[in-house]
């Protein structure tokens, strides 16, 4: 599953924290997915050849020539474009060409997808134009060679800008009533539904958002990636921004969020996001989803067996499928406590069991030595201390050097 910005834990509080992981580096070159939207009609566009078309160079040291000039919309920041190109190497190489593939180029303008001379070189076209660009080294792939492209190679590329698809822009907040709450949230109403209801702490909401800092520049979106996002209110998986203010919504609203940094992400950066930011979203109520209430396991009674680790377990029913090994992919039911009885995370209120690969460190040590117990059936009851979970210095909702306990179900064995 997916997952956003927005959200403190990965695959809730029971995952390692993703940015422990280290981030994968990706290939500024041509992605094949063709990116979706809706494409503003701008009449029929035409290109005209430029008789002595001029070089030009800009502060970065782009060098860029239009040799032919089209009608179109320009391309900005934040849409999504879609060019034809050829790129060579300064002694006449060519290295990639999507003219070639008969297959154009889309990606989003301005999210650093591609090369920093391409984001530059792009934005500076409308659609219909043609242009050679001769991008040095440091806009392009540095001093680290990228397939056939050498280290510090420049690089020229012939491109054709075929399409803008206009991107999300913030909704326009002019003459709107700015409601502010004693915490410093404010926000605004863009859509009032008739639906009345408003989430309870605990219920589970899915929301459509769009994220942007004080400058209008997206740094997330469900709705870019068509897939909303689903939390519980007041359980500390979002930031306390989000937790305020989607519990003044109902189904069918739509508000802009303005959430100041001690709100968000506080003093600390976070991804993208910069240390002390304070953040605005657009956001849509879509659902309130009723909670599905978890059952304690019945454990009195029971034994309690030990490991050398000092994972504690109670088997409380036992299944009849295959044992679960290192290496299997997993699929998982289970609910976690703190040591007072409080739910802090469950994939069965969400109804939606979790998957992942045994014994490759995706989950806190205390799961990938409990799981090896286990045979595809049984319901185990765990008690994992603060070494086998999340340490001295916790995580989102789990305090530091807390011992966690689990109501788990292994639901299905996969062998790779």
């Known amino acids: 599953m997916k997952k956003n910005i927005l959200t403190i834990t990965l695959l809730g509080a029971l995952m390692m924290p993703s940015f422990a992981q280290e981030p994968q580096k990706q290939e500024k070159k041509s992605p094949t997915k063709k990116q979706q939207g809706t494409t503003k009609p701008d009449g029929p566009v035409s290109s005209k050849v430029v008789k002595n078309p001029k070089t030009m160079k800009t502060a970065s040291g782009l060098e860029y020539t239009i040799t032919a000039k089209g009608n179109g919309k320009k391309a900005s920041n934040g849409d999504k474009v879609k060019v034809h190109y050829t790129g060579k190497l300064l002694d006449g190489t060519k290295f990639d060409s999507s003219v070639d593939r008969n297959e154009p180029f889309s990606f989003k303008l301005g999210a650093g997808q591609v090369i920093k001379g391409w984001d530059e070189g792009i934005a500076l076209l409308n659609v219909g134009d043609k242009a050679s660009f ?5 806009l392009g792939y540095g001093a680290q060679p990228n397939g056939s492209i050498p ?5 020229l590329f012939d491109v054709e800008l075929l399409e803008v698809i206009e991107g999300l822009k913030p909704w326009d907040m002019t003459g709107k009533k700015v409601e502010k709450t004693a915490s410093g949230l404010e926000y605004v109403m863009f859509n009032k539904s008739t639906n009345t209801q408003k ?4 219920q589970r909401v899915k929301v459509h958002y769009t994220g942007y800092f004080k400058d209008g520049k997206i740094f997330d979106s469900s709705v870019e990636r068509g897939q909303p996002i689903e939390f519980p209110i007041g359980k500390g998986q979002v930031i306390k921004g989000w937790d305020e203010g989607i519990a003044l919504l109902s189904p069918g609203d739509k508000a802009k969020l303005i959430i100041p940094y001690h709100l968000a992400y506080g003093e600390q950066a976070r991804g993208p996001i910069p240390a ?3 953040l605005v ?9 009723e909670v599905i209430k978890p059952v304690p396991y019945a454990i009195e009674g029971k034994e309690v067996q030990t490991t050398a680790s000092g994972l504690k377990y109670v088997e409380v029913e036992k299944g009849r499928g295959v044992l679960a090994t290192p290496g299997s992919v997993v699929k998982v039911h289970y609910t976690g ?7 802090f995370d469950s994939s069965v209120e969400r109804g939606e069991p979790i ?7 995706q989950v806190i040590k205390g799961w990938d030595e409990a799981i090896t117990l286990m045979h595809q059936g049984d319901k185990f009851h765990l008690i994992i201390p603060y070494p086998l979970a999340y340490g001295e210095q916790g995580y989102g909702p789990i305090p ?3 011992t966690l306990i689990f109501d788990v179900e292994l639901i299905q064995v996969m062998q790779q």
């Not at 280290?151 to 690089?155: F, G, H, M, R, S």
């Not at 998957?355 to 460190?361: M, R, S, V």
């Open 134 to 138: 001769k991008i040095p080294a440091e």
């Open 151 to 155: 280290a510090n190679a420049t690089l």
């Open 199 to 202: 989430p309870s702490q605990g």
């Open 276 to 278: 002390k930011s304070d």
């Open 281 to 289: 979203f657009d956001v849509e109520l879509i659902e309130i989803k």
């Open 337 to 343: 406590y703190f040591e007072n009885g409080e739910i």
């Open 355 to 361: 998957e992942f690969p045994l014994g490759q460190g």
């Open 400 to 402: 530091p050097k807390a």
